[in-house]
């Protein structure tokens, strides 16, 4: 019987299907292990073979637990809404939902081709009603709670109204402002509106103004890691800031369990680092700095109401503190000791005092500024190393010595959403501080003073201040804490935990994404019942923007007023929210869906997730580091204080796979004329390098008449200088994509090759976690390995030579050596190097000559995870009836693999003449027979007598004459 591997794997994917041969059941005596791969985007390009590495790693991985009599629950779905439908339904006129579902088909279709074993009864789409109506369900509950800071979980907003009633904020610190402060009775005493812009100060899920990166020419607001270089990644296209209405997460109020949460998973070295940067919590203060020429505040404690432009929706902020509104400048700092070497203030070109504290003669060259840096990207501006920056023209006055005035100038490098948004620069102490001073000549001061000399010193000369950390015998954390200490009792300063990380921006101006379950009146946000859910998208023609930049839902008036006439119209109309969530949404908590993907009462019965818990093995890419990782860790935190989950981290270990790059081909074009040089002559000419499909190359050698047929004909008329009659193309390794021609299609490799040989292949190139370029050449050298494993059950004939005869020592012993290995290997993820001996085990099980079915049923269950599909038809060839994933997995027994016997190097004299293979249980007077009989020492002994044998049992004979 031939290797037909097309055939054979089509079969047996067919059976797999019918069967429901990866169902999975959530209730089972078995231990259970949850394999997941980070979800994908359903791309209308189709998988390029870098694409399936983490697949086939998770795929190997379950199908090893389940050998090993794991229950595994190993699923796949899609991650179906977001920009790149809508744009693609934008530029050809196809709904998203139908450009979705065709891409979802294609997917569908190259994944089974190399034959994954997902449970497709579980498969989730983000898009579908049934999905996202949970997706809305726990958006509705993050709205609905705080986090109490106090407890350290969140709880319903009802206790927290319940307290206001009570005993007002004094113990509950206000996360969206801390000026906002008041009273039970003033409390009782607010009105509707007033009492709704206070919650929502509180709630997990909020409306605010914030600054967004907004794209004009995709209508849109893009997260910070959607854009590069000042442009949208996607498309290229330019990128400012503006403040818009946003939703957004409270994940800031879960950094400090996020970051402790790190210390119980399984990650990376280099990802819990990548996370606790991205959090990065610091400690310090918060500093209040009088605006020179500022009149102060008439009441010092008041209890009057202000307005605050850019605070959530237009919040009323309450305040009881004279250190408010454009009087002050707040600064946040982690070296409060340093207030003395204070030479300047810069604050964020965005920042909101930046209007007001702006003179006249200074506002034509900043708002020239402010201009420049919207156009400029976060990671642009503090990755630069340029110094720009421009003066105010404003001064402030330094808390402990009024004389001093303060020159505050606006800087890239400051941005608004870290601290405050403004710092207090110390050029004597920090690097880029004195870069500043010297390039706008800014005077800078020298700091000298005595030792710190008690609680009754003179505030404005106390060398602690004066000091800046130069402390004579007192550790900098020490005079940090007198520093702050002193700054709250003056009113002008307060300790301050602060953290890098903002609150996550959770709204889009699109139109392909889930709708908000948001109704609006009179300014305040209702959340729409839960037996409403879900709220569908609407079908819609056109995917124009709404005014003042709103999504296409705000030109749908029927959809948007739909609830109008139940809760009253006119003035008091309820409106829709017209923003929809971004597309981590879906992603966040899509791995609990799985769990119970048909419950349509809950997201998840407690039963599913009790059962499956966490995500034992998560494998993705390293991309989704912190945005993916951070927002599905918080939404799992926040299940697990309202009681839905007994779990509060979603991955138990995460495996980073490494990039498949691609392997680029060139030609080279002699300029300005249609000739083409191979790549060893070009050196002799001027050539303009072009990226050529590497589909037309095979190896370095370039099919020309491929390539003359190229691009619709572009290239009929080229004319080729080539070596030794072949045009050699040049070879770079670059990132995989079809901008560069080097993607190749995994579907034709299958076709080629089989999906058993690609899978061994993807391994075969290297560690999992390491990134290393594809090359098609290699892949023939595995095909071969599997045809010769087809030859220990079938001869060229086609005759099975496969026997029932019991297996010899040797056998056995390569069995369990390949057992220890492959086992071993699985475990630690080193699937390279278990490829690798698969095929020892094979050469030496032909060498040999074993063709047992004892031995061999057991290599091929060893090899199911890896090449299923050419394991279950020689399994079943065999004459096993069941699947081989089924079986049980081969247990290593070390006695197999025992030493016997030593190849003893024996020595006359010394001398070393010969080598004799002896029992390692043979006593000394066994060796000295065996070796006196042999016919080289007799020889070398030359007939004399011996006077001793000295014999050290697995090392060593010497016979001594």
Not at 513 to 529: H, K, T
Not at 833 to 847: D, I, P, W, Y
Request: include cysteine; aromatic fraction near 12%; glycine fraction near 8%.
């Amino acid at each position: 019987m031939e290797y037909n591997f097309r055939e054979i794997e089509k079969k047996w994917q067919q059976k797999w299907i019918d069967t429901q041969a990866y169902k999975v059941d959530n209730n089972s005596d078995k231990p259970k292990y949850y394999v997941l791969d980070m979800f994908p985007y359903p791309s209308g390009a189709g998988l390029h073979v870098g694409h399936p590495l983490g697949y086939i790693a998770s795929d190997i991985f379950a199908r090893y637990k389940r050998l090993k009599g794991y229950n595994v629950l190993h699923p796949m779905g899609y991650d179906a809404f977001g920009l790149p439908a809508e744009q693609y339904a934008i530029e050809h006129g196809v709904h998203p939902a139908v450009s979705t579902a065709n891409n979802i088909t294609t997917f569908e279709k190259q994944l089974n081709n190399i034959g994954f074993c997902y449970d497709w009864s579980r498969k989730v789409n983000t898009s579908e009603p049934g999905y996202y109506k949970w997706t809305q369900w726990i958006f509705l509950q993050l709205f609905n709670n705080w986090y109490n800071r106090l407890e350290d979980k969140a709880q319903p907003i009802s206790v927290l109204e319940n307290i206001f009633r009570t005993e007002g904020n004094k113990n509950h610190e206000c996360p969206g402002d801390s000026a906002v402060s008041f009273t039970a009775e003033q409390w009782q005493n607010y009105a509707e509106k007033e009492k709704a812009d206070i919650l929502m100060h509180y709630r997990l899920s909020y409306c605010g103004y914030g600054e967004v990166n907004w794209c004009e020419a995709l209508g849109t607001v893009l997260a910070n890691d959607e854009v590069v270089n000042g442009v949208s990644e996607r498309g290229g296209h330019p990128v400012e800031k503006r403040k818009l209405r946003q939703w957004y997460l409270r994940i800031t109020e879960y950094a400090d369990r996020l970051l402790k949460g790190l210390e119980t998973v399984d990650f990376s070295d280099a990802m819990k680092e990548m996370q606790t940067n991205w959090i990065g919590k610091s400690s310090g203060a918060e500093i209040d700095f009088r605006i020179a020429g500022k009149d102060s505040f008439k009441q010092h404690h008041s209890d009057s109401v202000e307005k605050v432009e850019g605070g959530a929706i237009g919040a009323t902020i309450l305040s009881n503190s004279p250190l408010q509104g454009s009087e002050f400048l707040r600064v946040y700092t982690t070296r409060p000791d340093t207030i003395f070497g204070v030479d300047f203030m810069v604050i964020a070109p965005e920042h909101e005092l930046v209007q007001n504290i702006t003179t006249p003669q200074q506002k034509e060259e900043v708002e020239k500024y402010v201009t420049y840096v919207k156009s400029r990207s976060e990671r642009e501006r503090m990755a630069e190393k340029r110094i720009t920056g421009c003066f105010t023209g404003a001064y402030a006055q330094h808390p402990f010595d009024a004389t001093k005035q303060i020159p505050i100038y606006i800087s890239e490098y400051v941005l608004a959403g870290y601290g405050t948004g403004a710092i207090m620069a110390v050029p004597c102490g920090d690097e880029r501080d004195h870069r500043f001073a010297r390039h706008f000549n800014i005077p800078i001061t020298n700091i000298i003073g005595d030792a710190y000399d008690g609680e009754n010193a003179n505030p404005g000369k106390d060398a602690i201040l004066q000091n800046s950390g130069f402390i004579t015998g007192m550790a900098m954390r020490d005079a940090i804490d007198i520093v702050i200490d002193k700054l709250e009792k003056m009113g002008i300063g307060k300790r301050k935990t602060n953290y890098r990380m903002r609150d996550a921006a959770f709204s889009r101006q699109r139109y392909w994404g889930e709708p908000f379950p948001i109704l609006w009146r009179d300014g305040i946000a209702y959340p729409l019942d839960e037996k409403d859910l879900p709220l569908e998208l609407p079908v819609v023609d056109s995917y124009e923007p709404g005014p003042s930049g709103e999504g296409p839902l705000a030109n749908m008036d029927d959809w948007k007023l739909q609830y109008n006439q139940v809760c009253g119209g006119g003035s008091d109309r309820m409106i829709l929210e017209t923003n929809t969530m971004p597309g981590y949404a879906g992603s966040s908590w899509y791995f609990l869906r799985y769990m119970d993907p048909h419950n349509e009462a809950e997201f998840a019965s407690k039963q599913a997730t009790d059962y499956w818990n966490q995500v034992d093995l998560y494998i993705g890419g390293t991309e989704h580091a912190v945005g993916h990782l951070l927002y599905s860790r918080m939404w799992t935190k926040f299940l697990y204080d309202i009681g839905r989950l007994s779990f509060d981290e979603p991955f138990k270990k995460l495996l980073n796979q490494g990039m498949i790059q691609g392997s680029s081909r060139f030609v080279y074009r002699i300029r300005g004329t249609e000739k083409f040089v191979s790549e060893n002559l070009k050196d002799a000419y001027e050539t303009d390098k072009i990226h050529v499909d590497v589909n037309m190359v095979d190896g370095v050698e370039l099919d020309i008449e491929a390539f003359k047929q190229w691009k619709n004909g572009e290239y009929a008329n080229a004319e080729f200088i080539l070596e030794n009659g072949k045009y050699i193309c040049g070879v770079e390794v670059e990132k995989m994509s079809k901008s560069k021609f080097n993607t190749v299609n995994p579907d034709d490799l299958v076709e080629r090759f089989g999906a058993d040989t690609f899978r061994m292949y993807e391994m075969f190139l290297g560690p999992v976690e390491q990134s290393k370029p594809w090359d098609t050449k290699g892949i023939e050298g595995v095909h071969r390995f599997l045809k010769k494993l087809w030859r220990l059950f079938y001869k060229d004939s086609g005759e099975a030579i496969w026997t029932n005869d019991s297996p010899a020592d040797i056998d056995l012993k390569i069995l369990h050596k390949t057992i220890r290995k492959i086992e071993t290997d699985t475990e630690r993820y080193s699937f390279n190097t278990a490829v690798s001996a698969f095929m020892v085990c094979v050469n030496e099980l032909t060498e040999a000559k074993c063709h047992k079915k004892a031995i061999l049923e057991k290599v091929l269950i060893l090899l199911t995870p890896y090449a299923p599909h050419i394991a279950e038809e020689l399994w079943h060839t065999l004459g096993n009836e069941t699947y081989v994933l089924d079986a049980a997995y081969p247990v290593f027994e070390e006695k197999y693999i025992r030493e016997t016997a030593k190849d003893y190097p024996v020595s006359i004299n010394g001398k070393v003449r010969t080598n004799i293979d002896i029992s390692l249980e043979a006593s000394q007077e066994e060796v000295e027979a065996i070796v006196l009989q042999n016919e080289t020492v007799q020889k070398w002994m030359e007939a004399k007598p011996m006077k001793k044998l000295i014999y050290v049992k697995g090392k060593m004979i010497n016979v001594v004459i």
